[in-house]
Structures are given as C-alpha cells and as structure tokens.
C-alpha cells in the first residue's frame, strides 16, 4: 500500500532554503491541500495528492498562445469526447469509423494534449518543439504499438523517420552505480548484435556475463505472458461481456501456455517483484528501471505488463524508435485525419464548462462560451480523473433521489484525491552549429559527433544524475531529445531543436506561489532548470554559449498548455495492489492498477493514460479505442477486428478467430450495455439551446 503522507505546507519544505517565497496574489495556492510521500530515496515511491473537491473554483493560470477555450457550436452527436489527446481523439476517430457520429472538443487550440507542438519564431525562422512525448516504438511499419495498429485500422498514413539507439548519461564509472559519469548506448534489436545490449552489458556492466546470464532468466520467467502481447492485443478489450468473443482468438495460446493463468496476477503486479527474485547485477537493476519510468514508475510501481512489450518487442531484430516527420503533432493530426474521412468532427478551442446530468446519465456538455452539445449514446472524457471530476455538476446541485447519487459522490471523492505524479520541468532550446564557441563548432564535440552519426544516430537521451536518488526525483532523471537530427523540417538549416524535460516529479507548490512573468518566477525557472541545462551540456558542451533562445517551461506553463491538473504527468497507483474501482477485477486475486473506464453516471465514461493500460501515447491510445469498443455492439467490434486482421499477416492476431462463437450468440445481446445505448436520455433540459428538431430527432 503506497504510504502517503499529509504534508502540510510541503511547499516550503521542498523550496530550496535560500529562496525567498512569496505569496501569490492571482493565483490560489493550494499549499495546504497536498499530500505526498515524504521520501525521495531510491527505494521508494514519490506520488502527490491532492482533494480536487475542496477547491472546485480553483483557478488554472491561462497562457497566451493557448487560447480562450471559447470556441464551439452547440449540437448533437452520438458521441461527444471532451480532449484531443491520444486518448480522446483515438475514442472519437473509432466511434467515427463505427458509424456512430461523433465530435472531440479540445480546449486548446492545437490538438494532441500532451502530444501536441509548438513554434516559436526566431529571426526570421520558424522553430518547432514537442511539449511532450518523444520516445515512439513501432510507428514505422505494422507493429504490436496500439497507435500503429490504430492508424492502420484509419487507414491513415504517418511518415516517419527510425532511429534505434538511446543514449544514457550516467554515474557508472565504478561499476556499481556511482563514481563520474558515463555514456552508453542502448541498441534496439537482436541484443547478440554488434553493438547490440549484451556488448553493452559486457562493457559497462559490474558483471557483463551476469547481467546478461540474469537478463535471459527475466525475459524467460516473463516469455508465456510476452508472448500473450501477440495473441491478443489492447484493441480486442471492452469494457463489458463482449470481451469474452472479443478475445476468444487468445484461446489456442491460452490452452497451449496453462500456465498463463497461474501468472495472471503477476501481469498487473509491481515489476520489481520479478526483478528483485532474478537480477542482482547493478547496471540492469538500473537499465530496467530507466526503462520502465516513462510510465511514471521505476520498477518498483511499475506494472508488469509494461515491461513485458519492451521484453519482448525493443529486442527483436528490426525494431526502431520513430521520429514523426513535421513534429510530434503529426500523431494527432494523423489520427484526426484517419477520423474526419469516417465523418468525426473536431473543435479546437472549446473548452468544455461542465458534464450535464440529467437522471443520472451523461446527456452532454455545457461550454466555456454558454453553448450545449448533446450526447445521443455517451459523453467520454479524456480529460485527467482531477479534471474530469470538476466538470460534473457540485453534488448539492443535483437531486438526491437521482440514480447514482451516492455512488457519484463517493467516485468523485475517490477520483479527485488519487495519487498521481508530481509535473514537468521543460526546457526548449534552439542551437546554432555552426557558431564558432571557444574556436569549436558543434560539430568539433565528439560528443556531438556520436549522436549525429549516421549509423549510431542518438536524438534520444537520458541522464541520471545520482542512482542512490529516486528516479522520479525531477533534479535526478531528464531526458532531451533533437528531432532535427533526423527531420530537417522542425528548424532552419544549422540549427538544432533540443527538448529537455524532467522527471514526472517536479512540485508544483513552489511554483505556485509564483506569478508568471515576475522576476521571482524567471529567476526560480533558471535555478530549477539549471539540472536541464547540465543534461544537455552532457552532448553539447557548450550548449548555453551555442544557444539561439531558450525557454524554461515550468509547471504552470505544463498546467496551462496541457490543461492537466497541477501539470501532472499522470495518475499514480503504484502497481501491487488494485486501485478502487478497479471493476470486477476487484472481485478476483488479479491486482489492477486503475479504476475502470466507466463511471457511476450512465453514458459517462473515461479514456486516457489514467485509465488502463495507463501513461504513454500507446496505452492513452489503447484506452480510447477501448471506449470506443464499449458503446458499440460486439458485432461491430468483431467486424472491425476481422477487417483490420486482414491488413498485415502481423495483424491476423486481431481476429477472434472461430472460438468467437462460443460466446458471440450469448453476449451479442448484452452490448453495449444498456446505459450506453442512449433512448430516454434526451428530456429537454431548461435552458438547452439545442433546437427542437434536434431534440425530436435525437429521441426518435
Ligand atoms: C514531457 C513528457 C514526455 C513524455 N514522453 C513520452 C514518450 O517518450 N513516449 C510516450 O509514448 N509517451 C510519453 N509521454 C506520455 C504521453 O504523452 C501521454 O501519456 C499521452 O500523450 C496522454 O494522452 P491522453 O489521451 O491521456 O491525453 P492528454 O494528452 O492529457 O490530453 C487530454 C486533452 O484534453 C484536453 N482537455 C482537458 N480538459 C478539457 C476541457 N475541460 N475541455 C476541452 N478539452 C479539455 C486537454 O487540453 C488535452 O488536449 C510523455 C509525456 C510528457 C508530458
């Protein structure tokens, strides 16, 4: 069980001593409402959390840049999804394409959520960051990645560029973890290849033939459930019966690996129990806990399952990262295009006000500029759980004889204080290679060298600073990543774009006690982004001297351009024991890490990366194809399964194959479940705008 800790006034604590604190006047400070694990060891699991219901007027400061949210026409679709991540636009497009109609109302005026880009001119020149993701697996060809196997379903094209190598920075010179720092490479691929991570074990690791002994021991002791990730994947899930047909192609593999069952619990369990029985040798504990922090946990807290994909798939021979061409918004646009030829719609800057409830069901939403949407079968919400709780209408605004009441109360108390992940420090730089610093050009660095060769090109890199510290310690782990090594499209030739981010670890109650803009806000961005800085001096020695412009975007920035609570990276259950609502799953040994995707109010569901399978662009994208499954009767799912497993022999894995029918008949019948098919949930309401006619065609 995760110890929290109320830490009241946990601001001050964590501002470094010296630095003055002043109260913030614009901004409502929420120092006393937060709870957060008070160590940051390595050992330990660092999570905040907060009581979203005590403050539900609490202002999120509002950038320029990012729009009013004031956009949106009032109307009537099928389904109405509030956000454009991958979650959101992934349960928009798959709604589209299962002929039910349907509109994503995004807030900012980019889509893409987390995944969007941004350009900022410089003398005459346009360059373009990623506010977010950078580290793609499988996006190049038809791969096991749900987002890959999404855009082919779209039949939408995204051209990329591969890569297969990330670059660490880390204190391993003695071997045991500590001592000046070090650089490697880590090699995607057949890990017996030239330069391949075994080369990499024997090079850098305390005991490279114990390391790679203990590294085939994990991947054997994990091979029936990795195996599982190719007999059924993400997109034949649903949220009710229907899975039972859905899945059933799963059955041969099941009944061929019984001992898939026995293992179950251990897909959903905390990897560093796996770990802590099989690997002993310092540099791969380390390895496979930088591996597993992108989901926002090293291996203690990190699922099994997440680990089992890169097990399985970072090693096998062809594999690659990709760099989507034009800039990570491209995903978005990809998704929204393959969307759109299916009739889905989009509106950017509408940002939604409110969830309407009527009778306990999700009939629409209400926007930030008064106007209503309506919701024929569902309203999705791919808006973080601290979000999304804030949409709903106050509990003492609605009826307490209404279906659900007391349930409704009691998730949104739930929801709003869940663990979740501290924010981000960014910081965006553009450098000039050809700018002569200390009579050296980029390109004079052999550091620089290593990561533009053409063989070994390294765009993605990451820096520990001290192992003893935890990996979700945002002064400890960073990442950059210099998209323009391999797209020349993002910055004007000579240049390069490098983003570098923290950790999901960074406080915000020191931040926001800040006002943006004042000299205390710049001064405490230079001082906390000083550790960004050092990463990339990492690779470019002289990156500060060499630097066009540089922008420092702090938690509030995070907050206002992802419109994510307190710019958090994500919900944060530890994995090992299952999270509340964690559905039927609940009821079993099986100790699933998140709430489910449906809510106590009928028609109302979630998607996104805090819902199964969790944080990172596959999984948000998985969870909103998951939604879209749910509204829709099993027969379309299967039909769409059985379209897609025609595409790609890798693809045939999708079908449910003849097993389908020892389920379809019984269960064909129960999807989706009644309080998604919509009828009796159009009464009009008092002040609706929707016209009549629509009110009369929406009940017909
Ligand atoms: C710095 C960083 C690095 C990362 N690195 C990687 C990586 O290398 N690889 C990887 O796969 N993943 C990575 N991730 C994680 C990944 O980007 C996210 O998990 C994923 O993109 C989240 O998608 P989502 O569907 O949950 O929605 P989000 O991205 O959170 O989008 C939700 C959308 O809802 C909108 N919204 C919210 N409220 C409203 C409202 N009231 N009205 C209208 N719209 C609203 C928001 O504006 C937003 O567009 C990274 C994330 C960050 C921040």
């Known amino acids: 069980m995760l110890r929290i800790v109320a830490l009241a006034g946990c601001a001050a604590a964590l501002a470094p001593l010296a630095r003055p604190v002043r109260r913030a006047t614009a901004l409502h400070s929420t120092a006393e409402n937060v709870a957060q694990t008070q160590e940051t060891s390595r050992d330990k699991v660092m999570t905040f959390s907060y009581d979203t219901e005590r403050e539900r007027k609490y202002a999120k400061p509002v950038y320029k840049g990012t729009g009013d949210g004031l956009g949106g026409d009032e109307g009537e679709y099928d389904v109405v999804v509030i956000g454009s991540g991958m979650g959101g636009l992934a349960c928009g497009a798959m709604c589209a394409k299962y002929g039910e109609s349907s509109i994503v109302l995004e807030s900012h005026i980019k889509m893409g959520g987390s995944a969007h880009s941004f350009t900022h001119g410089h003398d ?49 010179s003695n071997f045991d973890g500590t001592g000046p720092v070090r650089s490697w490479r880590f090699q995607l691929g057949d890990p017996e290849a030239p330069g391949g991570f075994y080369e990499a074990l024997r090079e850098h690791a305390q005991d490279g033939e114990l390391a790679i002994k203990e590294f085939k021991a994990l991947r054997a002791r994990l091979k029936t459930l990795g195996g599982s990730t190719s007999a059924v994947s993400l997109l034949n899930l649903r949220q009710d019966a229907g899975f039972l047909a859905t899945t059933a192609g799963s059955l041969p593999f099941v009944l061929s690996h019984p001992d898939v069952f026995a293992d179950l619990p251990l897909t959903f369990d905390s990897l560093h129990k796996t770990v802590d029985q099989l690997v002993t040798e310092p540099f791969l504990r380390n390895f496979i806990d930088t591996m597993c922090i992108f989901c926002g946990f090293p291996a203690k807290g990190a699922m ?3 680990m089992l994909y890169i097990l399985e798939r970072f090693f096998e021979p062809g594999c690659a990262y990709s760099v989507p061409k034009g800039g990570t918004e491209n995903i978005a646009r990809a998704i929204h295009r393959g969307g759109a030829q299916f009739g889905m719609d989009i509106s950017l800057n509408t940002h939604v006000a409110e969830i309407l409830v009527e009778n306990g069901r999700a009939v629409g939403v209400k926007l930030k500029n008064g106007k209503i949407i309506r919701a024929r079968k569902a309203v999705v919400s791919n808006a973080t759980p601290f979000d999304t709780v804030k949409l709903l209408p106050a509990q003492d605004q609605l009826d307490p004889q209404m279906k659900g009441y007391t349930e409704l109360k009691e998730w949104r108390e739930t929801l709003g204080t869940l ?43 990451l820096i520990v600073q001290d192992w003893g510290r935890s990996m979700q310690d945002s002064q400890n782990l960073c990442s950059f990543f210099i998209p323009s090594l391999l797209d020349r499209s993002v910055c004007p030739e000579g240049k390069h774009v490098i983003h570098v ?65 307190r710019g958090t990276y994500g919900m944060a259950w530890a994995a090992g024991t299952s999270a509340p609502y964690a559905g039927l799953l609940k009821f079993t040994p099986i100790p699933f890490p998140f709430p489910n995707l449906k809510t106590p109010v009928d028609g109302l ?16 994208a998985a969870s909103g194809v998951i939604a879209a499954n749910t509204i829709v009767n099993v027969d379309q799912h299967i039909a769409m399964l059985e379209e897609t497993a025609k595409k790609d022999p890798l693809y045939k894995f999708l079908s449910p194959g003849p097993f389908q029918w020892l389920y379809r008949g019984i269960v064909s019948g129960m999807t989706p479940s009644p309080e998604l098919r919509g009828g009796g949930a159009f009464q009009p309401s008092s002040g609706s705008t929707v016209s009549a006619e629509k009110e009369m065609a929406a009940s017909r």
């Open 124 to 172: 005459g020149g346009k360059y373009s960051f990623e506010v977010g993701p950078s580290i793609f697996e499988g996006l190049d060809k038809p791969s096991l990645n749900p987002l890959r196997i999404l855009l082919d379903i779209l039949d939408s094209e995204l051209p990329v560029e591969t890569y297969q190598g990330l670059a660490y920075w880390v204190p391993t």
């Open 304 to 306: 099994t399952a997440h």
């Open 419 to 461: 663990p979740r992940h501290g924010a981000i420090l960014h910081l965006f730089v553009a450098v000039d290679a050809e700018k002569v610093v200390n009579g050296k050009k980029l390109a004079d660095h052999a550091s620089w060298r290593a990561a533009e060769d053409e063989i070994s090109k390294n765009p993605a890199h």
């Open 501 to 565: 981010y923290s950790s999901g670890g960074e406080p915000y109650e020191t931040w926001e006690s800040l006002e943006p803009g004042s000299a205390e806000y710049e001064a405490y961005k230079e001082e906390r982004g000083d550790i960004l800085w050092k990463a990339l001096e990492n690779c470019i020695p002289d990156a500060r001297e060499r630097a066009e412009f540089h922008i420092v975007g702090s938690p509030l920035a995070h907050e206002a351009f992802l419109r994510r609570d």
């Open 605 to 620: 569901l979630r998607c996104g990366d805090s819902c199964f399978p969790g944080i990172g662009t596959p999984s948000a």
